[in-house]
T-cell receptor, first 116, second 113 residues
C-alpha cells in the first residue's frame, strides 16, 4: 500500500517567489496536516484539514495557505518566500479526526525547500 | 503555551540500554508520542501514551507521568540502525477535531560499536 506521498521532493526558489507543495494521503485517510521542519529542529504545526475544511492553524503568517480537495489530497502554498522559509515541509495523514483512542499520524518523506 | 524539553544529543553503545527523557508543559494534553527520524527521512511512529504508565513494544518502551509532565523512551539491545533523532511530541485538543502535535527539538542518538 502506498504511504503518504509528497511532491516535489526537492525544490529551489528565490526570495519573493511563490511555491506550491502537494500531498496525497494514505488511501482512506481524510485528515491531512502540514508541518515545517527547520534543520536541527522538530516539526512545527502549520495546518490541519479534514473533509476539505481547515480545522487547525499554527503560528504562521498569512503568506502560508492550504486547501484540501474532494479526493482528500492537499496543497500548501507559500507566497513571497523568505530565506527563513527554507525547510523540510512534511505532510501527515490519519484516518479520521483525533479522538481519545486515535494514535498514529503517518508522515510523508517531505518536500525540501531551499530559498536563495 | 506549550513547551517541550529533551536532550539535544546522546551517545550509547551497541547492545546497551538508553533512556531518552522528555518533559513538557502544555494545556489540553491529550497524549504523548515518540517518533524516530533518520537523517533525510520522514518521522516514523514509535509509541503513544495517553494514560500514566509504561507501554512496551519489543525493544522500545515508553513511560508517561501526566502529573509530572514527564515521559521517557527506553531503547534496549541497541543496534547501529537505532542511530537517529528521537522526537517527543505532545498532542493537544483545544477543540474537538482540531488536532495539533507540538514537537520537541529531537534527541540525536548516536550508537557506537
Amino acid at each position: 500500500d502506498a504511504g503518504v506521498t509528497q511532491s516535489p521532493t526537492h525544490l529551489i526558489k528565490t526570495r519573493g517567489q511563490h511555491v506550491t507543495l502537494r500531498c496525497s494521503p494514505i488511501s482512506g485517510h481524510k485528515s491531512v496536516s502540514w508541518y515545517q521542519q527547520v534543520l536541527g529542529q522538530g516539526p512545527q504545526f502549520i495546518f490541519q484539514y479534514y473533509e476539505k475544511e481547515e480545522r487547525g492553524r499554527g503560528n504562521f503568517p498569512d503568506r502560508f495557505s492550504a486547501r484540501q480537495f474532494p479526493n482528500y489530497s492537499s496543497e500548501l502554498n507559500v507566497n513571497a518566500l523568505l530565506l527563513g522559509d527554507s525547510a523540510l515541509y512534511l505532510c501527515a495523514s490519519r484516518t479520521k479526526l483525533a479522538g481519545p483512542n486515535t494514535g498514529e499520524l503517518f508522515f510523508g518523506e517531505g518536500s525540501r525547500l531551499t530559498v536563495l | 503555551g506549550q513547551n517541550i524539553d529533551q536532550p539535544t544529543e546522546m551517545t550509547a553503545t551497541e547492545g546497551a540500554i538508553v533512556q531518552i527523557n522528555c518533559t513538557y508543559q502544555t494545556s489540553g494534553f491529550n497524549g504523548l508520542f515518540w517518533y524516530q527520524q533518520h537523517a533525510g527521512e520522514a518521522p516514523t511512529f514509535l509509541s503513544y501514551n495517553v494514560l500514566d504508565g509504561l507501554e512496551e513494544k519489543g525493544r522500545f518502551s515508553s513511560f508517561l507521568s501526566r502529573s509530572k509532565g514527564y515521559s521517557y523512551l527506553l531503547l534496549k539491545e541497541l543496534q547501529m540502525k537505532d542511530s537517529a533523532s528521537y522526537l517527543c511530541a505532545v498532542r493537544s485538543l483545544p477543540n474537538f477535531g482540531n488536532e495539533k502535535l507540538t514537537f520537541g527539538t529531537g534527541t540525536r542518538l548516536t550508537i557506537i560499536p
